[in-house]
């Protein structure tokens, strides 16, 4: 095995004036859903917001433009919610989901920068299916919180709240709904400027209770009950007088009935306000906000109705919408005010954001680019046209990187659960055809469109499962395709595509077949991998040998080989990814060396310059495929170094699918994420080893790697001085005209950067010392 070393991209970031690697959030935004938008209260134009996944966003024009703030690591699967501006305006808090493990949490971030402030854990995360559902943490005093959390036991579903007076250190269970009618609880607060009078918004029991308010005076040691028969959620305070509560009803049934109610003494008497509601379906209220500006100006968000007042309750005003209309408002689950701007106001509703300049009479969608990609996305990429394809809302959204131009395919509406998904394979080799699998009743279908998904034509119907694993089209041939459908393979000739004619190729084992490459000079020879093993035809399908020399390291049913691919520009080398990293094989697939040791999900070389791999690795939670986080490595030097733009520098993405796309000057990473959309990562060749970066001839050190020195050869050139750098960035060697036997010897072992001036420019090598 080659050996293995990762530098990270911080390294080359501190040595160069610009950085070479750029990540950017490109779905369309017509398309972007996140939620819990707050305007920050100190910087005008400043907005927060979280996404449906891990992320925290930040905007600083006005919603113009997104960055992420916080990625949640994810070492469990989780998603965020419930975020808020707390501790007046200058932290963000949230809620990280994990359902069934150890790893949920509510989290509190510095708004400028994203870092952890604080972290409270679920006391009880050994039980079964945990998950904390609401919390609530005392502004005054960040170690006192309210964590409510709902979990598994064998007598049912139970709802356990607990309170900590030290910043989670310890946890006293104030309730717990076995002892108490198996009463649910649906939200926690506690009163603000008095963390002892704490609230529980109750929902309903195994029987026929129902809700109810519990209110505590002593922290919850002890409850009184007001106002039963109803479950409630949405609580809020006003902020110039906390005695004052507005209160509002959720879901219920039986003698439950809508209301919003009101108390003046902090909870002790309620009085439910005279609104009329326009019945839909679950006639709940989601959200009460009190203006912090105004304490007249409050907003009510109701299933179908945003229900308004400015003049402290004493008349209200309702917005209906009788359809559930993603374009419009439906379930609203937050407001926020902008404190620059009277009636500027933002609701996260169900499907969108909508932002609203009148008080929340009239709407307008935010939109953003943080979209939920569905699918999968692929690429088509020429000397003269190239194309991506990335899967949104069940269908896709083709994109011509030449225009940028973008058109929908199959498209569902938010509201429509119903229908099938589209994944698009795009053909290598011939521009806008691609296929899908799908199933339509009893039957699958394989279908081909040759305008990029405006039309289809079927070319193939059975009552087996079709799903794609692998498609390769013969270069030499492109009306001959192959398709891999799992443990099925066929070659497929679609010179008339009303009529094609296929056969199903017999198959050396019975392993899932992801790898598929037809060899550039000879339509005969086919490689393919099942489970753990390689096999080669030299017949074009009919027998197959064994090629998996040098993969002894791959353990059946422990490992598996998730891709093949083959060197554009030299087509006896051939990739695969594995489990145990990437096997290269420089005899066409005869024989396979190690030259990374961990997973990689896919990789490949450059179409642009020679001894370039990219490799990516998808993020698993462990349940199909080991657990692993999304990142990129990549070599310059044909696998025997290595460098990582690791899990942090590219947000912890929840990403599945990904295609690359080389250019003259750099390898743009598409990623389709679960909740920040269609994310490129642009890698700068000038790092991986373009005119400035010599692997051979013009400059060269020597040796290379090196024990205690090294020299510089510059073929006419002359050198003006050479620096020397660690991965961190620091200057270990000064500037120096010396260009033989430069002493190393004093280094530790590693890699380094050698910056080298000429009179015809700065080059950069790297330098391993070992």
Known sequence: MKRTFILTTILVIAFLSHSYAQISYEANEEYGQIYDVHFDVSTQGTLYARTVGNHIVKSEDDGATWTV???DPMEEYAYLRDMRLINNGEHISFNVKAEGTGYNKVVIIDKTNGAVVKEYSAPNGFETDIIIQSYDIFEADNDIALLHTAYQLSTGYTHEVFRTTDGGATWTSIYFSPINDNVSINNVAMMPGNSDKVFLMRGEGSGRDLGGLFVSRDGGATWVERIPGNTYS????NPTDSNDILLGTFYGSGSHREGLYRSVDGGDSWEELPITYTSMSTDNIN????NPYNA????VLEENEIITTVDGGVTWDNQVYTNVDPAEYYYGLSVSFNPFQTDDI?????FYPFRSTDGGVTLQ????PMVNSTGRIDLYSSETESHLYYGLRNGFIHRDLNTNAETGYRMRALNNPYGVTTFPFADAEVPGRIFNSARYGMDSVLEMSLDHGETYTTLFTSFMFLNIYEIATDPNNTNIVWFSFGESLYKFDVTDPAAPIFEEMSLPSTDLLYGLIIDPTNSDRILITQGINVYVSNDGGATWEDSSTGLGVLVDR??????ASVNPLNTNEYLISTTQGIFASADSGETWSQIFDEQVDKAFYSSENEDQIVAITHFSDGWLYPKADARIVYSFDNGDNWEEVSAEALGFLNTATSAIQFV??????????????LVKYSIDLFVLGNTRVETTSTIALFPNPATDGFSVQASNKTIENISVYNTTGQLILENTTKVENVDISHLNNGMYLVKITTDNGTYFKRLLKR
């Open 346 to 350: 933002i609701i996260a509703a169900n």
């Open 234 to 237: 949405a609580i809020a305070f």
């Open 365 to 368: 969608k935010l939109n953003s």
């Open 296 to 299: 007249d100006n409050i907003v």
């Open 69 to 71: 703030l916080y990625s």
């Open 287 to 290: 959200a009460i906000k009190f």
């Open 558 to 563: 422990d490992d598996m080989i998730f891709n």
């Open 664 to 677: 003259e000057d750099r390898a743009d990473v598409y990623f389709g994420t679960f909740d920040l959309g």
